[in-house]
């Protein structure tokens, strides 16, 4: 971002001579673009306010689907509301999500062509690759967090025992299934952070490879503290499927380090104790200038100062 100042005149930037914007350019593109990814999600908001209940009895079915659950004379699962408005604004959170997603590609695509432009052109095809790989993953573990919610829920149900009768209250069963959706697909991103580790070259193939110890045991921690349920199915399942993400990544990061030619440079074969070979042309021993034995000692010889340099009329600035 090049600025040019006016030394005079009411206006503070102009356009550069190369063609580039100005701070001034730079915050209406950003305001244009934010007016249309705002436009873009109260459109996509009002799909979802026409979404949110199909949706919501989607997110309840795990539940739903536990003996007990449901009321046998209407058929309905029994969830408690305690205010008036609850359900009315579960709703309308609901639906503002669902807008996210339907109008993803427009604020994304915004996103990108403000940010773009300050990228180089390896950086812009990492910036693709990357993207196309985050959706499906946040999209497998929002996948694999619905059905550990269901295994999670059965399990926690048969605690509670026969003389005691519970009841969920819909706002707080709702959050729970959704931050369960989010924390897994987020967590699923993690061997994006791998693999940009590896293509930015601050750690090879080998050396994420050597970690393996140190990742499975982080792995299962994490999952024992962010799985809200204490069943050790869910545990078990999220850090099994970021170990298998990461021995992937390690993977494809092996094939980057054989397709840039890593792991060959000179001192890669050599151990800790080997000399190292040097590689350099050596410059040839000649004999020094002779001494003259005449001379007498302490006496420097006479320095020998150069001639005047004649000096014409046109040789001064």
Same mark, same amino acid.
């Given at each position: ?112 062509? &403000?940010? $773009? ?13 990357? +993207? #196309? /790989? =985050?959706?499906? !993953? ?80 982080? &792995?299962? $921690? ?13 545990? +078990? #399942? /999220? =850090?099994?499927? !970021? ?75």
């Amino acid at each position: 971002m090049a600025f040019a100042l006016r030394k005079r005149g009411p206006k503070a930037f102009e356009r550069a001579a190369d063609g580039s914007m100005t701070l001034i350019e730079h915050v209406r593109e950003l305001r244009n673009r934010l007016f249309r990814a705002s436009l873009a999600i109260m459109i996509g908001f009002g799909f979802g306010i026409w979404l949110a209940e199909p949706v919501r009895l989607l997110l309840s079915k795990p539940y739903c689907d536990l003996p007990g659950s449901v009321d046998p004379a209407t058929d309905k699962c029994l969830f408690v509301q305690l205010g008036p408005a609850d359900l009315f604004l579960l709703n309308l959170k609901i639906g503002l999500w669902v807008g996210l997603i339907i109008a993803a590609p427009i604020w994304l695509y915004q996103l990108w062509a &403000f940010i $773009a432009p300050g990228l180089h052109r390896h950086e812009r095809r990492y910036a693709y690759a990357f +993207t #196309a /790989l =985050a959706a499906p !993953l946040f999209a497998a573990g929002a996948v694999l967090a619905y059905f550990v919610t269901a295994k999670g829920l059965e399990f926690l149900m048969n605690v509670s025992g026969d003389d005691i009768s519970t009841t969920l209250e819909v706002t707080r069963y709702i959050s729970f299934v959704t931050n369960l959706i989010l924390l897994f697909g987020v967590a699923f991103e993690f061997p994006l952070i791998v693999l940009m580790l590896n293509f930015v070259g601050i750690a090879s193939a080998k050396r994420l490879l050597s970690w393996w110890r140190v990742a499975i045991f982080v &792995f299962f $921690a994490f999952s024992a503290v962010v799985t809200p349920t204490p069943d050790p199915f869910g545990m +078990t #399942a /999220l =850090a099994l499927c !970021l170990s298998a993400l990461y021995f992937a990544a390690v993977g494809v990061a092996f094939i980057n380090d054989r397709r840039r030619g890593r792991g060959k440079e000179v001192y890669a074969g050599i151990d800790d104790d080997e000399v190292s070979p040097l590689e350099f042309d050596k410059d040839p021993v000649v004999a020094g200038q002779r001494v003259d034995s005449t001379a007498p000692i302490g006496v420097p010889e006479p320095i020998a100062r150069p001639a005047p340099i004649e000096r014409r009329y046109d040789d001064m600035t």
